[in-house]
């Protein structure tokens, strides 16, 4: 292998983490707009982070004819290239790791929101259901002429 080819590596390494990177920035983004209830910025949020995933993907795929060499066959360019790639690949895995936590985090907290709106919901249908049978006896009652009292 060629320092060429490790050249090329060592660009999509870097893809490779931006797209990771970016995606934690975002993931930390959604949460604060989940709680902040703002699903218009959440969405668009969504919408971008999908784009990345499809980078993150394409990046993935082209280091594939990476994966199956020996690391210790390749040829850097520089000791200090070499070593920023492996940080790189280090972190990835740690942003990859942090990435799904915070789905799992964002899943977690929108189900939890989801449910609490739905038992507000039931309790709201509940009160106007019980204001609305209390109303239609009542308003019956006012409108009724009684005709067999003395007064």
Known sequence: MDTSQTDQLAERIAAKHECLRQLVELGRAQFELIEANDLARLLRLLAAKQVLIGRLEAVSKSLE??????????????????????????????????????????????????????????????????????GTSESRSRHELDLASSE
């Not at 070499?82 to 964002?106: G, K, T």
């Not at 939890?112 to 204001?131: C, E, M, N, Y």
């Open 65 to 134: 004819p990476f994966r199956g060499q020996d690391p210790e066959a390749r040829v850097w360019r520089t000791a200090e290239l070499r070593e920023c790639a492996a940080r790189q690949l280090r972190e990835c895995d740690e942003f990859f790791a942090l990435v799904s936590q915070q789905e799992q985090q964002s899943e977690a907290r929108l189900r939890t929101k989801r449910d609490d709106a739905g038992s507000r919901l039931r309790t709201i249908h509940s009160a106007d259901h019980t204001r609305t049978a209390y």
